[in-house]
């Protein structure tokens, strides 16, 4: 069992940054890559970026390349997530989540998801 909880959300500018962290609990916090997604109103979840076990490998989407930067301490048992020259279209709850296989991408193969924080970006 792992749980996930993050920190870091708040109201922004437009390109402003934000540092997201999410702490996990567990002994096996390495054992697991990690992924951030986002969800705005009325829209699905939708996949960020995400962070091999290790940190040796990392994965965004298109949409957020260049502009956010995932990383993680697995001394910490943490992952973040560097936000920069944030855009109203980012605005969102973003969750991070733990994932042991599967795609990285894909939400569905996670199994363990935090509460989410909530970021705004005013224009």
């Known amino acids: 069992q792992v749980q996930l909880v993050e920190s870091g959300g708040g109201l922004v500018q437009a390109g402003d940054s934000l540092r997201l962290s999410c702490a996990a609990s567990?002994?096996?916090?390495?054992?697991?890559?990690m992924g951030w997604f986002r969800q705005a109103p009325g829209k699905e979840r939708a996949f960020v970026a995400a962070?091999?076990?290790?940190?040796?490998?990392?994965y965004y989407a298109d949409s957020v390349k260049g502009r956010f930067t995932i990383s993680r301490d697995n001394a910490k048992n943490t992952v973040y997530l560097q936000m920069n020259s944030l855009k109203p279209e980012d605005a969102a709850v973003y969750y991070c989540?733990?994932?042991?296989?599967?795609?990285?991408?894909?939400?569905?193969?996670?199994?363990?998801w935090g509460q989410g924080t909530q970021v705004t970006v005013s224009s």
């Open positions: 989540a733990a994932l042991f296989r599967g795609n990285v991408a894909e939400s569905k193969d996670y199994a363990y």
């Open positions: 567990g002994r096996t916090f390495s054992s697991y890559a």
């Open positions: 962070i091999s076990r290790s940190g040796g490998s990392t």
